[in-house]
Structure formats: structure tokens, C-alpha cells
């Protein structure tokens, strides 16, 4: 069983750039979140993709966004970086349902210079 | 608005001793609480989990223990190894949803 990949490990980027990061959900899991984790904090939720649609939404701004494909993959997005989006980003993968475990992967550091 | 407020931020143990991790919660909508463990580098992965309808849960070393008249939950990590140090996590979600809110973690360090 492959666990949740993601990809980049680690970006640089200026104000004003705009990146996007990857993520490959576990096999068999449809669900997969967001979450955005600065540093000597606790995640914080971003979005939540299903069957290729967003299902749930935390507090970020629109330049926030995203993408889930027909293998369950999803993709972030953020334009016009800000110093504040300097922090690790972690996607997780999960089965639909109540009370199924998300599994997270190891994340990406994002750095903005 | 912090939904889920965890204390201490940090915590210094002997090998052996008893680390004691403190959650508290405001939103009577959670119903399932889990604990992550993440060491540096790597994501969060899931300790234990227990719902408001247990009073007490046991995995291993890990015990959770759950308040639901106080909205309170505490992860004891019993005969505590130097292996045990690293951040934790305690977590809500609600069963209708699939977000889950993070507290602000504890740092863990068991000396030998």
C-alpha cells in the first residue's frame, strides 16, 4: 500500500509568485484535504476535495485554490504569495465517511523570500 | 477563533515518567478526537482517537482520557521512551464534516 505523497519538498519563492504543490492520495482513499502548518503550530484546515470538487472550506483567501483529478490527486495553489504563506503544507488522504482516518503525507516547506 | 486549546507548549519527562497533554474544547459539535504524533520533517500521524461517548481509551503506552461535561481530553503516554519525543496533536473534527481542527501542539522531550 503506497502512502501519501507529495511533492515538492521544499520551495523558495518571492512575494508576489505564484506555486502550486502536489499531492497523491493513498491508494484507495477519494478525500483528500489541505492544510496549511507554520511553523510551531498546529495545522490549520485550507480545503477539502471529493470526486474532483471542493467540499469544505477554511478561512484562507480565494488565492488560495485547488484541484483534485480523476485519480484522486490533488494539486494547491496560491498566488500572490505573501511572507505569511511561509510554512509547511500538508495534504492528507482519507475514504469518505465519518469517522475514517486521514492519513497525512510528509508535506512541503514553502519559503517566501 | 481557537476551537481547541492544548497545554503545556512544552514538556520535559525522564525515561519512564508520565507525560500528561491537555485539550480543551468549546464546539459541542465535535464528536471524534484524535491525537497526532509528528517528529521533525515528517506529517502527522494518528496515535489514538476516542469519541465523546468513552470515557477512556488505552493503546499501547497511549491512554486518552475524555471529560465530555468539561469538553476535555488528555493523551497520558505511560513508561515514557526517549523514541516518544516529538510534537503531539490533539485534534476535533465533526462526523459531518471531514475538517479537522488542530490544537497548538506540545513538545515532548524524555531524556534517558
Known amino acids: 500500500e503506497t502512502g501519501v505523497t507529495q511533492s515538492p519538498t521544499h520551495l523558495i519563492k518571492t512575494r508576489g509568485q505564484q506555486v502550486t504543490l502536489r499531492c497523491s492520495s493513498q491508494?484507495?482513499?477519494?478525500?483528500v484535504s489541505w492544510y496549511q502548518q507554520a511553523l510551531g503550530q498546529g495545522p490549520q484546515f485550507i480545503f477539502q476535495?471529493?470526486?474532483?470538487?471542493?467540499?469544505g472550506r477554511g478561512n484562507f483567501p480565494p488565492r488560495f485554490s485547488g484541484l483534485q483529478f480523476p485519480n484522486y490527486s490533488s494539486e494547491l495553489n496560491v498566488n500572490a504569495l505573501e511572507l505569511d504563506d511561509s510554512a509547511l503544507y500538508l495534504c492528507?488522504?482519507?475514504?469518505?465517511?465519518?469517522?475514517?482516518?486521514?492519513?497525512f503525507g510528509p508535506g512541503t516547506r514553502l519559503t517566501v523570500l | 477563533q481557537q476551537q481547541v486549546k492544548q497545554s503545556p507548549q512544552s514538556l520535559i519527562v525522564q525515561k519512564g515518567g508520565i507525560p500528561i497533554i491537555n485539550c480543551a474544547y468549546e464546539?459541542?459539535?465535535?464528536?471524534?478526537f484524535p491525537w497526532y504524533q509528528q517528529f521533525p520533517g515528517k506529517g502527522p500521524a494518528l496515535l489514538i482517537a476516542?469519541?465523546?461517548?468513552?470515557s477512556e481509551k488505552k493503546e499501547g503506552r497511549f491512554t486518552i482520557s475524555f471529560n465530555k461535561s468539561a469538553k476535555q481530553f488528555s493523551l497520558h503516554i505511560m513508561d515514557s521512551q526517549p523514541g516518544d519525543s516529538a510534537t503531539y496533536f490533539c485534534?476535533?473534527?465533526?462526523?459531518?464534516?471531514?475538517?479537522?481542527?488542530f490544537g497548538g501542539g506540545t513538545r515532548v522531550l524524555v531524556k534517558p
Open positions: 491508494s484507495g482513499h477519494n478525500t
Open positions: 476535495y471529493y470526486r474532483e470538487e471542493e467540499n
Open positions: 476516542i469519541r465523546p461517548d468513552v
Open positions: 464546539n459541542t459539535a465535535f464528536d471524534y
Open positions: 492528507a488522504s482519507s475514504a469518505r465517511g465519518p469517522y475514517n482516518e486521514q492519513f
Open positions: 485534534a476535533a473534527r465533526r462526523a459531518a464534516g471531514n475538517k479537522l481542527t
